[in-house]
């Protein structure tokens, strides 16, 4: 826990170096749960669509909606699943409010808290999405049990939501806020209990669906069977080597807009914990001790695996494990 958090720590210095000194949005992009089985199919070709789709759709918004070209900046992020782990796609990102136009000033938006009408963002989205989702069922040969046309019966009045917040000016809050999303996984261990005399697996979780406006979500439980509960958490693992986190625009490292942003607009935040990293790499860290004795002298041994190593914590069910 302590080297998550320390991990995550690094992480939420590098992203503040990385954002600029203007405001920014939090933006969240969904997909149709009837989307659900096409994507558990193709999750690597799916995945990727969201996130393509989502700066694409940002861009022709941009286009539609400022006074002049610009190039905005955006950093996203790819989940797989909702505080109750139900398979629930869909992409966080930070977006600046407004972009740089080519010659190096910062044009905003033409109202000041949203960059265009909830309906117009919804409908642009939407439209490049099956756009997208129409060449990869030619091009990529999606599986799936019926053709595109099918499923476009079935998602054209689907509901795409896309929810736009406010812009803030607070670095702190944004980047803290996209740090939690950025190093989430599915559950973590507080929120996870299993019952061995129920032989039952309890997971809290926040129920959105009825909190108040300016409250806590009201915290809610759900039950399941073991095997049930390890499928719930399998389904959320990402394709190997897929890169959940991704960087748009101004916050790419290979936009040739980066040599004339303004130093007015650039964040330029040094940090003890950088310190600190530096001072420890040059003196080749710290010397391991034992929490009893205090000695720096260990011992290695090799531990085989055990097959049967599962059994002392989940019992044999004859319907979903083979017996060892």
């Given amino acids: 826990m302590i080297c998550q958090s320390i991990k995550r720590e690094q992480w939420v210095d590098r992203l503040k170096n990385k954002l600029l000194a203007v405001p920014y949005t939090h933006i969240v992009f969904t997909m149709p749960h009837s989307l659900n089985g096409l994507a558990r199919r193709n999750p690597e070709v799916m995945y990727g669509m969201i996130q393509?789709?989502?700066?694409?759709?940002?861009?022709?918004?941009?286009?539609?909606?400022?006074?002049?070209?610009?190039?905005?900046?955006?950093?996203?992020?790819?989940?797989?699943?909702?505080?109750?782990?139900?398979?629930?796609?869909?992409?966080?990102?930070?977006?600046?409010?407004?972009?740089?136009?080519?010659?190096?000033?910062?044009i905003y938006p033409k109202h000041k808290k949203r960059i265009a009408r909830y309906r117009t963002i919804n409908k642009i989205y939407k439209s490049i999405f099956i756009d997208h989702l129409r060449i990869a069922?030619?091009?990529?040969?999606?599986?799936?049990?019926?053709?595109?046309?099918?499923?476009?019966?079935?998602?054209?009045?689907?509901?795409?939501?896309?929810?736009?917040?406010?812009?803030t000016m607070d670095i702190d809050v944004i980047s803290n806020y996209l740090a939690r999303y950025i190093?989430?996984?599915?559950?973590?261990?507080?929120?996870?209990?299993?019952?061995?005399?129920?032989?039952?697996?309890?997971?809290?979780?926040?129920?959105?669906?009825?909190?108040?406006?300016?409250?806590?979500?009201?915290?809610?439980?759900?039950?399941?069977?073991?095997m049930d509960a390890i499928a719930q958490i399998l389904q959320h693992v990402?394709?190997?080597?897929?890169?959940?986190?991704?960087?748009?625009?101004?916050?790419?490292?290979?936009?040739?807009?980066?040599?004339?942003?303004?130093?007015?607009?650039k964040n330029n935040i040094q940090t003890i914990r950088k310190i600190h990293e530096i001072i420890?790499?040059?003196?080749?860290?710290?010397?391991?001790?034992?929490?009893?004795?205090?000695?720096?002298?260990?011992?290695?041994?090799l531990v085989k695996a055990d097959p049967n190593y599962i059994y002392t914590f989940l019992p044999y069910q004859k319907s979903y494990i083979t017996p060892p």
């Fill in 280 to 301: 420890t790499s040059l003196t080749k860290g710290f010397s391991l001790k034992c929490k009893v004795c205090d000695s720096d002298t260990f011992e290695i041994i």
């Fill in 52 to 106: 393509k789709v989502s700066w694409l759709m940002i861009k022709k918004l941009f286009s539609q909606e400022l006074s002049e070209p610009v190039t905005p900046g955006m950093i996203s992020v790819l989940h797989t699943f909702g505080s109750d782990m139900k398979y629930h796609i869909h992409v966080h990102a930070l977006l600046t409010f407004g972009g740089l136009n080519k010659n190096g000033d910062w």
């Fill in 183 to 226: 190093n989430r996984i599915a559950i973590t261990k507080n929120r996870l209990q299993y019952l061995d005399d129920k032989q039952e697996v309890v997971i809290r979780y926040n129920d959105y669906n009825n909190q108040i406006d300016a409250q806590a979500a009201p915290k809610e439980i759900k039950i399941l069977h073991p």
């Fill in 137 to 167: 069922y030619e091009e990529l040969k999606l599986k799936d049990h019926i053709g595109f046309n099918e499923r476009y019966k079935e998602i054209e009045k689907s509901n795409w939501v896309v929810h736009h917040t406010h812009p």
């Fill in 238 to 265: 990402l394709p190997q080597y897929f890169q959940k986190s991704r960087s748009y625009g101004l916050h790419h490292s290979s936009n040739k807009l980066l040599e004339i942003i303004p130093e007015s607009i």
